[in-house]
């Protein structure tokens, strides 16, 4: 079955290091990626996205990496603030054509 | 960007009623999505709301459980009939400027805790 899997354990890092958050998925062929950031209590705002014939993306303090081949990207905060904690989601489309995104769990960020 | 808006932005219902939940973007979108979201679970979707024409669903979700209206390109609403308290949830609207095959970020509500007794 199609899963996307990141990391279930809150990570808990302190200020001004980077952060790097993991989201793998399995049978899925994605053509891009997004990257969300949820805060309790309410919707995700979208950070990034990645194409698939892309390797990185840069915004500002944010960088993220697509490997096709391992299946694999990596989300990465740098200089890490205590505002950046939130829960951070990965979302794929699956190709069918109308936009629509599969969600991972998410992972939760705390920067103290 | 677009902002959405969402109400109720909280209810607690009785089993066997139906709620709508209604969803307002402050500019057109091309196309608009329902989530679910569970208790330190995943965002699930629903169905994508089409403008003019019934929505598409996704497998597990049923037209006759959780109706769907999108009568222009800023509004939509979402209907949760015949509440039991595993609809106990939070219910996410969310909408893009792209279209088929387009890569565009999506714009969420700040969603609807709904709970059921």
């Known amino acids: 079955s199609q899963k996307i899997e990141q990391n279930s354990e809150a990570l808990n890092i302190q200020e001004g290091k980077t952060a790097t958050l993991t989201c793998n998925y399995t049978n899925y062929s994605p053509a891009y990626l997004q990257w969300y950031r949820q805060d309790p209590g309410r919707g995700p705002v979208f950070l990034l996205l990645i194409r698939e014939n892309e390797k990185e993306k840069r915004k500002e303090r944010l960088k993220v990496t697509f490997d096709t081949t391992l299946k694999q990207s990596l989300f990465h905060i740098t200089a890490s603030q205590p505002a950046d904690s939130a829960t951070y989601l990965c979302?794929?489309?699956?190709?069918?054509?109308?936009?629509?995104?599969?969600f991972g769990k998410g992972t939760m960020l705390l920067v103290s | 960007s677009a902002v959405i808006s969402q109400k109720p932005s909280r209810d607690i219902c009785q089993r066997g009623t139906s709620l709508t939940i209604q969803c307002q973007v402050d500019?057109?979108?091309?196309?608009m999505f329902w989530y679910r979201q569970q208790p330190g679970q995943s965002l699930t979707l629903i169905a994508t709301?089409?403008?003019?024409?019934?929505?598409?669903?996704e497998s597990g979700f049923v037209i006759d459980k959780f109706p769907i209206s999108r009568p222009n390109l800023t509004f939509s609403t979402l209907t949760v009939s015949n509440m039991s308290p595993e609809d106990s949830s939070i219910y996410l609207c969310s909408g893009t400027s792209g279209g088929l095959s387009s890569y565009n970020e999506q714009f969420f509500g700040p969603g609807t805790r709904l709970t059921v007794l």
């Open positions: 979302a794929l489309d699956i190709a069918t054509g109308y936009s629509t995104l599969t």
């Open positions: 500019s057109q979108v091309t196309m």
């Open positions: 709301a089409n403008q003019g024409s019934e929505a598409t669903y």
